[in-house]
């Protein structure tokens, strides 16, 4: 320990007089030393890191109100934590992470955790500044302290992703790396919370973090998670789908929760925890495919054959996207029960669309005859709907060089008790809506015409709007 002159002691004396002296001597310490890491030791000594000094939530003066002191020792520690790594000093880095272990677990009498998100925010951010050496995985299960935080989250998230998770994932050893798969599990968490929704109470999925933050997480690192951690990343995020999708609640078909795997404008924006699982395993999936394709091929394969249908719909999804690397796995998607299971529509329609073409002839022949293997209605009044659905998957594969599917929508299509062909077939449901009366009836051309010729204003008071309701698309 550096031993201190007389007038430095006199100085930390003097930060000891009130909380004032202590916020006052930290800003000087940062301010006017250059050495400032020095008085690390004798602060401690002084009990300034202790849990104790971390404030606790105190009464506002509006009734039912809190406000929440932010601890004066705070920028010092992370100013240190920076020192440390920029000296590659494991010693000062492992003291500055002990305070942060001790004033973490530190519990109020009632056995509860102090809550300051102040100081759960700047431990974040420490995490980050100090060597990832120092950083254990045990010091990770921190996290979900932090995120317990009553008054907010979304700070701890926001510092943790560009902090400690973005410096996992830069550093080439496979130990740093997998700390990133620790702190996303955490920040992934879930919890299900009631929900009264036409009149019936039900749970919903609610993550631990805003859906906002999570999403920009998830949106920066998910495919460089997948590229660095491979298996590690696509296994949480296969779980967090699972844990969503395969709860009591969600038994109804998936598509009426994610409508599309890709990002689409039918998707809802609402249904925030479906969306970011859904996006998150598809991206690492992404980027480990596009890093070391044969290992995440198998993979991949496995998803083919999962229970779950929307894991079923990432991987077709995948194989859309993917074709050059995946494409020879069709094969085992149309050897599984049902792969024209109206649950693939959305996915298997766009596969089937953009590659149809380039199938080997046995596998247009196998693909045909898998539809034709979709069951028979057992009701006569369900001949109509069953071929519909006959001709939305064939709508795919029209104009695509093969003849005989040609040839069957042709005969389905001209069928007048069909109806017609939706504009959306690649979908169970399809809405739009729109404002105003729409375009105009006449070019501009058109009217400078009338306006030469006189009749412009008769033209206009003839003109009547015409109320238009576009066609829904229901197939099931």
């Known amino acids: 320990m550096t031993k201190l002159t007389a007038k430095e002691e006199s100085f930390i004396k003097l930060m000891k007089k009130s909380p004032e002296h202590a916020q006052r001597g930290f800003r000087l310490l940062l301010e006017r030393r250059e050495d400032f890491e020095i008085f690390f030791d004798v602060l401690q000594e002084e009990c300034f890191f202790d849990p104790k000094q971390n404030p606790a939530p105190q009464p506002a003066d509006e009734p039912g109100y809190v406000r929440i002191p932010y601890w004066a ?25 002990q305070v942060v272990r ?54 701890v998230a926001y510092a943790l992703s560009k902090g400690l998770l973005q410096r996992s994932l830069e550093n080439e050893q496979p130990e740093a ?14 919890e299900w919370v009631d929900e009264t929704s036409y009149g019936k109470t039900g749970k919903k999925p609610m993550t631990i973090v805003d859906d906002y933050h999570l999403k920009k997480i998830i949106d920066h690192h998910a495919r460089t998670l997948g590229a660095k951690t491979g298996r590690n990343a696509c296994k949480l995020f296969l779980e967090r789908v699972q844990e969503v999708f395969g709860h009591v609640e969600h038994k109804l078909p998936s598509w009426l929760f994610r409508p599309a795997v890709e990002e689409h404008p039918q998707n809802h924006s609402w249904k925030s925890a479906e ?20 290992d995440a091929r198998a993979f991949i394969k496995s998803l083919l ?83 519909r659905h006959i001709r939305n998957w064939l709508s795919a594969l029209v104009g695509k060089g093969y003849k005989p599917a040609d040839t069957w929508f042709q005969e389905l299509d001209s069928d007048l008790q069909l109806g017609r062909l939706s504009e959306h077939p690649d979908f169970h449901t399809y809405m739009e809506s729109s404002l105003g009366p729409g375009p105009s009836p006449y070019r501009v051309e058109e009217l400078i015409l009338f306006a030469d010729d006189g009749s412009l204003v008769a033209k206009l008071n003839a003109f009547e709007q015409m109320n238009h309701w576009g066609t829904v698309n229901f197939f099931v």
Not at 275 to 292: E, M, T, Y
Request: charged residues 25%; proline residues 4%.
């Open 73 to 97: 020792a705070l920028d010092y520690l992370a100013a240190v934590a920076k020192r440390a790594d920029e000296r590659h000093d494991l010693l000062l880095a492992n003291k500055v992470m």
């Open 102 to 155: 001790n004033v973490s677990r530190a519990q109020e009498p009632d056995g509860s955790d102090r809550d300051n998100y102040h100081t759960w925010r700047m431990f974040a951010d420490i995490l980050g500044l100090l060597p990832t050496t120092a950083v254990t995985k045990d010091d990770l299960d921190l996290i979900p302290i932090w995120l317990k935080s009553r008054y907010d989250r979304s700070l």
């Open 177 to 190: 790396r997998s700390k990133a798969c620790v702190i996303l599990r955490h920040c992934t968490a879930i």
């Open 275 to 294: 969306n970011i699982f859904v996006v998150g395993l598809r991206d690492v999936l992404l980027g480990w495919l596009d890093h070391a394709p044969s």
């Open 305 to 387: 054959q999962n229970e779950l249908e929307i894991v079923r719909r990432i991987a077709i999804y995948l194989l859309n996207v993917r074709w050059d690397v995946l494409g020879q796995d069709y094969a085992l998607l149309l050897d599984t029960a049902n792969p024209f299971d109206t649950g693939h529509l959305h996915e298997l329609y766009g596969l089937l669309r953009n590659h149809f073409a380039e199938m080997p002839q046995e596998q247009k022949e196998a693909t045909l005859e898998a539809i034709r293997s979709l069951p028979q209605p057992t009701k006569g009044e369900d001949r109509e709907r069953h071929l």
